[in-house]
């Protein structure tokens, strides 16, 4: 199976009488096949459980998932171009968010558990990876970040340490 782009034209003469055709054809299977492999790969994250934000080496972000809407109830439009520092509201420190951004540059990931906001401004504990991704040269160029939300479950483990805690 090959895919094909064909262009043709009609061959005139002098006097404007079409004599024949002119065509060209080119192969474009593999046009095709980086096109059904990119469709396939935007697919796969937009329809993640997790979030999947994709920020420029100043964390501005150029990509916020389905599941990134749900987690934060910001939707796409609303984050796009924004810093994703003030979108998340991560809660650490200046020295810390420093650190993590050097050993981000220094490792090119980094992940760890942490407490971010809603777009409402409720909590949300999410065990966060983050990738720094570089060009042929070692230049950033991209910074993805996957997000696991573990409220619920964080929730749950506070239920019942408050339940043994009132047993005991």
Do not use: C
């Not at 006097?15 to 790969?41: F, P, S, W």
């Not at 609303?78 to 220094?106: F, P």
């Not at 809603?118 to 991209?142: C, Q, R």
């Amino acid at each position: 199976f090959t895919w094909a782009l064909s262009n043709k034209v009609p061959l005139r003469n002098l006097n404007g009488d079409i004599i024949g055709l002119v065509g060209i054809t080119r192969d474009i299977t593999d046009r095709k096949a980086h096109e059904l492999q990119l469709r396939y790969q935007a697919t796969l994250q937009q329809n993640m459980s997790d979030a999947v934000i994709v920020t420029d080496p100043t964390f501005k972000i150029k990509s916020w998932n389905k599941a990134a809407e749900r987690i934060y109830g910001w939707t796409a439009e609303e984050v796009l171009g924004n810093n994703s520092v003030e979108v998340l509201r991560t809660e650490i420190s200046d020295e810390t968010r420093a650190y993590i951004t050097q050993q981000l540059y220094d490792q090119s990931w980094w992940q760890a558990e942490v407490v971010q906001h809603h777009k409402d401004g409720h909590k949300l504990y999410i065990w966060g990876s983050i990738t720094l991704i570089k060009d042929e040269n070692g230049v950033p160029f991209s910074v993805i970040a996957v997000n696991h939300d573990m409220t619920d479950r964080k929730r749950s483990e506070e239920a019942l340490r408050d339940s043994e805690e009132k047993y005991r």
